[in-house]
């Protein structure tokens, strides 16, 4: 029998700001800002690299960095230039930010513009909390495995709490080397995998203007 496409998506679902995979381990997604690291004289150069060297050193776990080019979305742009010409009582000011727009439009439709997002993946896995758990943990969750909704729930929020200890130290660092750094919220996840795993239709869909309509499944 054949199997969906869905199937081979490793993500079971999207819930308090984490990812949870089907093997039951989390994720943390932060978006982190670039540097004009070639304007920078070689001092400041050396101490982004002695930062970030002494970053990647003291990890006691391992995290994905991930580049996306994406094609630069100028639409929510374009409804904010409508809304200044439809307040402008200045005629004249007006035809030029519709110009404007004209310009910008034209260009984005014959110039494939593209952006570049940088995100830092941190996980927790599940084999992990089963060694924080020890020996009679062990014992105890496979004697009496955990089966209602609320001890599952207050398993969850144990593991994203190990979880968000490690974003938080991600974030301290990397702010001390002069990037900006936030972790994503649920809707703002949402939108990011539906666009990786669905670029051509993320690029013809208002995804965020529609995410109170998506369900999110509970953990199972």
Do not use: C, H
Request: proline letters at 2%.
């Amino acid at each position: 029998m054949a199997q969906s496409s869905q199937s081979f998506i490793p993500i079971k679902t999207i819930q308090n700001d984490t990812v949870i995979l089907k093997d039951g381990s989390l994720r943390a997604v932060l978006t982190a800002s670039s540097l004009n690291f070639a304007l920078m004289s070689e001092d400041e150069q050396n101490a982004i690299i002695y930062r970030y060297q002494e970053f990647i050193n003291s990890l006691d776990s391992s995290i994905q960095i991930v580049v996306q080019s994406r094609k630069l979305n100028i639409k929510e742009y374009l409804r904010l230039l409508d809304s200044k010409k439809a307040e402008q009582p200045n005629e004249l000011l007006a035809t030029q930010l519709k110009e404007y727009a004209d310009f910008i439009k034209t260009l984005t439709e014959t110039t494939n513009i593209m952006v570049k997002n940088f995100y830092i993946i941190v996980s927790f896995y599940k084999l992990e909390a089963l060694k924080r758990s020890g020996a009679i943990g062990k014992i105890k969750d496979a004697f009496w495995p955990k089966t209602t909704k609320q001890e599952k729930n207050e398993t969850f929020l144990q593991e994203r709490d190990q979880l968000w200890r490690r974003v938080e130290f991600v974030q301290q660092v990397l702010q001390g080397a002069g990037i900006r750094i936030a972790p994503l919220k649920t809707a703002e996840l949402i939108e990011l995998y539906y666009s990786l795993y669905n670029p051509d239709l993320a690029e013809k869909m208002e995804l965020a203007a529609n995410i109170e309509n998506i369900s999110i499944q509970n953990v199972q």
